[in-house]
């Protein structure tokens, strides 16, 4: 399945290369809804609540008014998940929050497991290099995508992957790498990170993995 995705910044839907250089912005916010309302699932980021610098909490709750989002960034509390899904959210992705003192955080995961349920929950991945990365992106960490995976399978509905070494870059992701990672896992998984063909979708789809897109989307490349 394909979940196009909606990364918002600055009250703006952007497009960044590795988390870091933006190379696209759109306010034709109309435009977007129209053309993913026959999706199932449409992943919606604040960038900037990720990064600590703010947020978009009104265009959150406007998408998930018009579109079924699971939506990412900024959620480091069980209140702050409980706010989302009360605001329209589908769903609610962690990354971050889920490490402290350069480990899973457990406690913390289970907690938050018993406060809204493993079926609303989506646990990020973040990969560069090998280790995941944190703090958007910014803090590279000593855990590896499979221990993460492997500490926190009881506590979700799914899982989301990202390869930053390839997002944003159109040049495809490691069908590898994700296809030893959906083998650790009964749960859902998602990738995402580069992603620039019908094809890749569909071998993605054969291994039982959903692909999300943005800038292959934004860009015409993939075709919507």
């Known amino acids: 399945m394909l979940i196009p995705s909606i990364d918002l910044m600055g009250g703006k839907i952007v497009q960044l290369v590795q988390g870091e250089k933006k190379a696209l912005e759109f306010e034709n916010f109309a435009e977007w809804v129209e053309r993913f309302a026959k999706y199932p699932l449409v992943q919606l980021i604040d960038l900037d609540a990720a990064m600590g610098k703010g947020g978009n909490r009104a265009l959150i709750t406007e998408f998930c008014g018009k579109l079924r989002c699971q939506v990412g960034g900024g959620i480091r509390a069980v209140d702050d998940a409980r706010r989302v899904l009360g605001e329209g959210a589908?769903?609610?992705?962690?990354?971050?929050?889920?490490?402290?003192?350069?480990?899973?955080?457990?406690?913390?995961?289970?907690?938050?497991?018993?406060?809204?349920?493993?079926?609303?929950?989506?646990?990020?991945?973040?990969?560069?290099?090998?280790?995941?990365?944190?703090?958007?992106?910014?803090?590279?960490?000593?855990?590896?995508?499979?221990?993460?995976?492997?500490?926190?399978?009881?506590?979700?509905?799914?899982?989301?992957?990202?390869?930053?070494?390839?997002?944003?870059?159109?040049?495809?992701?490691?069908?590898?790498?994700?296809?030893?990672l959906r083998a650790r896992t009964s749960r859902g998984f998602i990738a995402a990170g580069g992603i620039c063909s019908q094809h890749e979708i569909d071998e993605l789809d054969a291994m039982g993995v959903d692909a999300v897109v943005g800038m292959g989307i934004y860009t015409g490349v993939v075709d919507v």
């Not at 929050?97 to 913390?108: E, H, K, M, N, Q």
């Not at 646990?123 to 803090?139: E, L, N, Q, Y």
């Open 90 to 180: 589908a769903r609610v992705i962690l990354g971050s929050s889920l490490v402290r003192g350069g480990a899973v955080d457990v406690a913390f995961t289970a907690e938050l497991t018993a406060a809204v349920g493993a079926e609303r929950l989506v646990m990020a991945i973040d990969s560069r290099g090998g280790r995941v990365a944190i703090h958007g992106w910014k803090t590279l960490t000593e855990i590896t995508p499979a221990s993460m995976l492997e500490a926190l399978e009881p506590c979700c509905s799914a899982f989301l992957y990202t390869h930053i070494d390839t997002e944003g870059m159109l040049q495809g992701i490691p069908m590898d790498v994700v296809r030893e």
